[in-house]
Structures are given as structure tokens and as C-alpha cells.
């Protein structure tokens, strides 16, 4: 399983955009990135999930570079609600199991 | 929010004692998965289940149990607990390992 870093923590101000990006150098041909948010006493989220280039739902868009060493979560417009941790993962489709590291702590301010 | 439960919610036990938490769930899933987190550590898998009776360990697996002898439910058991299992537990569910939905977890308290 691709190893994945990510910043420990961000902050934003409502309104704002906020990028997160996660650095993934060891990922296989096969692997698939995705993101999970994670509020206070809850269990985490599916959010998104990409191979390659761009792929937007209702709540993100993630962007991912031809070499696919790194992926970058984009949050648009931010709100207090968004304050969360946000996970990147990668793992192929017949994985069966997944690796959450630390994650990144984002905090949004009014 | 998908068909999962844990239970208990809460739970108060004494070092050496044994404890079962359970994972209930209704959305005929094949995978199922128990993850433990801690402050600093993000969520770390103990043991996951494939299908009835087949299970694998995780990163964390050492003191822990696992039995699956239903699709629907996932039993996670602390032979004899310690004061370092003092953890919040998620139970998860999927059909694909890349798209986990999470139970409510359980809050344990070993003294």
C-alpha cells in the first residue's frame, strides 16, 4: 500500500477556497486516491475518490497530475461546517483493506 | 447514513477483564473492518473480515479477536483488557475497500 503524507493542519476563513494536497510518490498503476472527512466523535466520511485527472462532486473537486505522485483536494467556498480532518488514501480496486494515516486538521475561522 | 450500529456506545471495564464490542449491520456488505483511534495515531486497523469466518489482521492486531459468523455482524473481543486499549472503536462496512462507510464507534475505557 502507497504511503501518503499530507500537512498536519490548515486553517481558512469562510468563503475561502482551501486546497489540501497529498503527496503520494509510491502509487501503483492500479491504485485509486480517495479522501475521507472526519468530524469530532464521528467516523470518517467518503468524500471523493479519483484516478486521474479531475473528478467534482457536490462537495469537492480533486485534481490529480499526469504523474499521479500527488493529488490535491479543493474545497470551494468553505464554511464553519467544514472544519474536519481530512484523509488521503490510495489503494488498488481489489484492495480489501485501507491505511488512514494522521490525516490533515482543518480549521475554518468566520 | 448506511445500516451500521455499534454497540455499546460506551464503556467503563477493569484491567484483565474481557470485552466484546459488536458491528451490526444491515446492507448485506461483504467487507467489514475494525479500526481503532487515538490522539496522534489517526485511525489504525485491527482486523477486517473478507466474508463469514474469513478474517485478516491489520496494522494493530496483537490483543484482539475478531469473529464473523453472520454477514451482518462483526465481533471485535479484548481477551483481557489493558489500560493501553483505552481507545474510541469504529466498525466500517463496504462492498469495495476504497469506499468504507463507518459505524458511530465506541468509546472504552480500560481502569
Known amino acids: 500500500l502507497a504511503k501518503t503524507t499530507q500537512p498536519i493542519s490548515m486553517d481558512s476563513y469562510e468563503g475561502q477556497e482551501v486546497n489540501i494536497t497529498c503527496s503520494h510518490n509510491n502509487i501503483a498503476t492500479n491504485d485509486y486516491i480517495t479522501w475521507y472527512q472526519q468530524f469530532p466523535s464521528q467516523g470518517p466520511r467518503f468524500i471523493i475518490q479519483?484516478?486521474?485527472t479531475k473528478v467534482t462532486n457536490e462537495v469537492a473537486s480533486l485534481f490529480i497530475p499526469a504523474d499521479r505522485k500527488s493529488s490535491t483536494l479543493s474545497l470551494p467556498r468553505v464554511s464553519l461546517s467544514d472544519t474536519a480532518v481530512y484523509y488521503c488514501?490510495?489503494?488498488?480496486?481489489?484492495?480489501?483493506?485501507?491505511?488512514f494515516g494522521t490525516g490533515t486538521r482543518l480549521q475554518v475561522f468566520p | 447514513d448506511a445500516g451500521i450500529t455499534q454497540s455499546p456506545r460506551h464503556k467503563v471495564t477493569e484491567t484483565g477483564t474481557p470485552v466484546t464490542l459488536r458491528c451490526h449491520q444491515t446492507e448485506n456488505h461483504r467487507y467489514m473492518y475494525w479500526y481503532r483511534q487515538d490522539p496522534g495515531h489517526g485511525l489504525r486497523l485491527i482486523h477486517y473480515?473478507?466474508?463469514?469466518?474469513?478474517?485478516d489482521k491489520g496494522e494493530v492486531s496483537d490483543g484482539y479477536s475478531v469473529s464473523r459468523s453472520k454477514t451482518e455482524d462483526f465481533l471485535l473481543t479484548l481477551e483481557s483488557a489493558t489500560s493501553s486499549q483505552t481507545s474510541v472503536y469504529f466498525c466500517?462496512?463496504?462492498?469495495?475497500?476504497?469506499?468504507?462507510?463507518f459505524g458511530p464507534g465506541t468509546r472504552l475505557t480500560v481502569t
Open positions: 488514501l490510495v489503494g488498488d480496486q481489489n484492495t480489501d483493506k485501507l491505511i
Open positions: 466500517a462496512i463496504s462492498e469495495s475497500a476504497r469506499e468504507q462507510y
Open positions: 479519483g484516478y486521474k
Open positions: 473480515s473478507y466474508g463469514v469466518k474469513d478474517t
